[in-house]
């Protein structure tokens, strides 16, 4: 009976042994990352990457020991990521719709959605081509078949692009035309065919043409930014970030950093940051519009000392 009570005391203890050797093993394991320590990796559409690239970047360089590793595709691909849980940091120009929501909700993880600026979708032509501008009418009727004699051609970036869905929907059609309508695999393919090839409309996310890579200026040079007639309005706007905070500019969207983490990860430090002072001023810089205009600090001074002799 002894020997009975040694062996039941023995398991006992070696059941509460291996209890906190697991726990200690998955404390452990969730320590690796924090909200502004650890490496994750961020999915973004691939039509907002540059403001994305200067985000990363400077919230890396201001915190030691974080890496982003940043993943750039079409907002088909970024979607399916998410649902198939392959990924769990997004940056998108919309939100989740309910049917998305609902495969979170049966996870017990409640997505969590941070507007950090407005974006706008701009059209190209080439330097070649005389006139600057375009009603969007004209592109509508274009993209629903009907003959436009100005519009040669239409291109878009992936035909799985948030570009291409945004239009789609202004359209109301399901699909992009197969005939006048093309598309490559990248905003940059968008912006050399464009500039090489008159009468060609290129559609393209803004923030391409006002942060260009080094290796893209002189071909952005080679192209004009239209300005756009909306579908109500009189006036001719180009995408600059007083037409879009002040509503003139037709094809202004929201942009969102979607975190589906389920934790306290670099998801949520690294949305804080790009919805904070310095993420936003980032934004300003890039030529996209903020949430909140970052405020200017004034020194002021009740005397002027000239110190010069």
């Known amino acids: 009976m002894?020997?009975?009570?040694?062996?039941?005391?023995?398991?006992?203890?070696?059941?509460?042994?291996?209890?906190?050797?697991?726990?200690?093993?998955?404390?452990?394991?969730?320590?690796?990352?924090?909200?502004?320590?650890?490496?994750?990796?961020?999915?973004?559409?691939?039509?907002?990457?540059?403001?994305?690239?200067?985000?990363?970047?400077?919230?890396?360089?201001?915190?030691?020991?974080?890496?982003?590793?940043?993943?750039?595709k079409s907002e088909n691909e970024v979607i399916r990521a998410?649902?198939?849980?392959?990924?769990?940091?997004?940056?998108?120009?919309?939100?989740?719709?309910?049917?998305?929501?609902?495969?979170?909700?049966?996870?017990?993880?409640?997505?969590?959605?941070?507007k950090f600026a407005t974006d706008a979708v701009a059209f190209i032509s080439s330097k070649n081509t005389n006139d600057t501008l375009v009603a969007l009418n004209d592109i509508v009727a274009f993209m629903q078949g009907k003959p436009v004699t100005a519009i040669k051609g239409l291109v878009f970036d992936n035909p799985n692009s948030s570009t291409v869905r945004y239009m789609n929907a202004l359209a109301g059609i399901k699909?992009?035309?197969?005939?006048?309508?093309?598309?490559?695999?990248?905003?940059?393919?968008?912006?050399k065919f464009v500039s090489q090839n008159e009468g060609m409309i290129g559609i393209v996310g803004v923030n391409w043409l006002s942060q260009p890579t080094p290796a893209m200026k002189e071909v952005v040079d080679k192209v004009n930014i239209l300005s756009v007639k909306g579908k109500l309005d009189s006036n001719y706007y180009s995408p600059t970030q007083n037409n879009i905070a002040e509503g003139k500019y037709a094809l202004a969207r929201d942009l969102y950093i979607i975190n589906c983490q389920g934790y306290s990860g670099l998801g949520m430090g690294f949305a804080s940051f790009v919805a904070g002072d310095i993420g936003q001023r980032?934004?300003?810089?890039?030529?996209?519009?903020?949430?909140?205009?970052?405020?200017r600090k004034l020194n002021i001074r009740k005397e002027i000392n000239n110190d010069k002799k």
């Open 282 to 295: 980032i934004v300003l810089k890039s030529g996209l519009l903020p949430v909140r205009i970052p405020p």
């Open 175 to 191: 699909s992009i035309p197969k005939t006048g309508v093309f598309s490559f695999k990248t905003n940059d393919e968008v912006i």
């Open 82 to 114: 998410l649902v198939k849980d392959t990924a769990s940091i997004a940056i998108l120009s919309r939100t989740l719709t309910s049917d998305e929501m609902n495969v979170f909700a049966n996870k017990k993880i409640t997505p969590k959605v941070t």
């Open 2 to 72: 002894k020997n009975y009570a040694k062996f039941s005391y023995f398991i006992a203890v070696l059941v509460v042994v291996m209890f906190f050797a697991c726990n200690q093993s998955s404390n452990s394991k969730d320590n690796k990352e924090t909200i502004l320590k650890g490496t994750t990796t961020v999915l973004v559409d691939e039509t907002l990457k540059p403001i994305i690239e200067d985000q990363i970047e400077v919230f890396e360089s201001r915190y030691v020991g974080t890496t982003i590793n940043l993943d750039a």
